[in-house]
C-alpha cells in the first residue's frame, strides 16, 4: 500500500511539473507588411500584417517579432503585458508612424520591453496627461531599448512622456515638439532616461530637451542643441530630478538657463555644460532657490556661465568662472582636449583631473565615453574621467597646448 501511495504522489508531481512547464511556455508572434495575417502569426508567411493584432494575442513573456518595414497606425500602439517587442533590422528599417492622428505607442506594463523602432509623427492635445508623450508614454513602467523618438508633437513631453516610471535606454529622442513643457522628454514623478542622445527638440515653455516634474533621472545622455521658449534650454529640474555624467551643450533659452535650470530643487552631478545661451540669466546653469551641483564642470558659456537667485543652491567640486562660494570648487580653464575626437575630454593637464568629490553616491561607475567613471582614487569633474596616455604622449600634447591656449572672459549676473 505503502508503495502505491508513493507512486500515486510521484505521478502527480509530475503531471503538476509537466502542466507547469506548459503554462510557462513562451510563444513568438510574427508581423510582416506582406504576411498572410492568419492567426496565430506562428511564423513569417502567416505573420499579422499589423502590429497590434499580434500584440493582443501575446501573454507574459511571450515574443513579437516585427520584420522591416512602414507601420502606419489607425489608433495608438498599446502594450499591457509583460511582453517583447522587437524588430527584426532595428530601428532605421522598422517605422511605426501614427500619422499625426494620435500616440505612437503606450505601455502601461512594468515588464515590458520594446526594442528596435522608429517612432514618428504622434500628435497629442487634450487633458494631462492625455496630452504627454506623443512619441511614447510610459504609464508606470515599461523599458524602451534601441529606438529612435522623432517629429512628434504634444502639449508635453514630445517624445516621450515617463509618467511615474518608464526607462529610455540607448535611444535617440530628437526634433519633437511641444507648446508646453519638455520638448523631448517629460519625466513625471520618476523614469529613467540613459546613455541617450537629446537633441534638436523645442519648447514653447519650460526644458527644451528634458522637464523633470519632482523626480526622474537623465544618466550618462548627450543632450545638444535643444531650445526653449521660456527657462531650461538643455533641462529643466523642477523641484527635484537627478542628471548624472551628461554632456550638455549648445542648448538655448530665449529667458534663462540655457543649459540646465534648477527651480527649488535638482541634482547635477558629473557633468559638463558648455557653449550654452540664454537671452537673460545663466547661460550654463540658473539656479533660482534651490539646486545641487557637485563634479560638474560650467564653462565656456555664451557670456554668463551660471546666474543665482534665493537661497539653497550649492555648487561645490565645481570648475566655473568666475569664483562661487563652495567646497572645492576652482576657476582655472578645464583644459577640454584639442586633440581627440570628443572635444569636452579633459587634456592630460586639465586641473579638473582628480579633483572631484567621490562621497556623492550617484557618480556612476562609468563615465559617458563608457570608461570607469573613477581613476587614481579621485573623480575628475565633467562628464569624462581622464584615461592616462603614455609619457611621451603627455609631453607632446603639453607642449601642443603651451602653443594654443585659449584665454576667456566671463561675468556674473543675478
Known sequence: MNHLHSYIVLCILMLSILLSSTDARTETFYVSTNGLHKIPFADWTDAATNIQSAVNLAKDTDTVYVSNGYYTLSSQLVINHDIILKSKGGADATIIDADMNGRCLYVNSIGAEINGFTFQNGYVYGEWPSNAGAGIFFDGGGVVRNSIVTFNEAEHGGGVCCFQGGVVTNCEVSANLVTGNGG???????????????????????????????????????????????????????????????????????????????????????????????????????????????????????????????????????????????????????????????????????????????????????????????????????AYEFVPEPGLVYLLLFLIRCFSLRHHEYRISL
Not at 534638436?200 to 526644458?207: K, Q, S, V
Not at 565656456?300 to 565645481?318: E, I, K, L, Q, R
Open 184 to 382: 523631448g522628454i517629460y519625466l513625471f514623478q520618476g523614469g529613467v532616461v540613459e546613455a541617450s542622445l537629446i537633441e534638436l527638440n523645442d519648447a514653447e515653455g519650460l526644458g527644451g530637451g528634458v522637464y523633470c516634474d519632482i523626480t526622474g533621472s537623465v544618466i550618462n545622455c548627450y543632450v545638444e542643441t535643444n531650445q526653449t521658449e521660456l527657462d531650461g534650454g538643455g533641462l529643466y529640474c523642477s523641484n527635484g530630478g537627478t542628471i548624472v555624467n551628461c554632456l550638455i551643450v549648445d542648448n538655448d533659452a530665449s529667458r534663462s538657463g540655457g543649459g540646465v535650470y534648477c527651480r527649488r530643487g535638482g541634482t547635477v552631478v558629473n557633468c559638463t555644460i558648455a557653449d550654452n545661451s540664454a537671452d537673460s540669466r545663466g547661460n550654463g546653469v540658473r539656479c533660482l532657490s534651490g539646486g545641487t551641483l557637485i563634479n560638474c564642470i560650467i564653462y565656456f558659456n555664451d557670456d554668463v556661465n551660471y546666474a543665482n537667485f534665493g537661497s539653497g543652491m550649492n555648487y561645490s567640486y565645481c570648475c566655473t568662472y568666475p569664483g562661487i562660494s563652495g567646497a572645492g570648487n576652482i576657476t582655472n580653464d578645464p583644459c577640454f582636449s584639442d586633440y581627440g575626437i570628443l572635444i569636452y575630454e579633459l587634456a592630460p593637464y586639465s586641473p579638473c583631473i582628480d579633483t572631484g568629490t567621490n562621497l556623492f553616491s550617484v557618480i556612476g561607475e562609468k563615465d559617458l565615453a563608457g570608461n570607469p567613471r573613477v581613476i587614481d582614487g579621485l573623480v575628475d569633474m565633467g
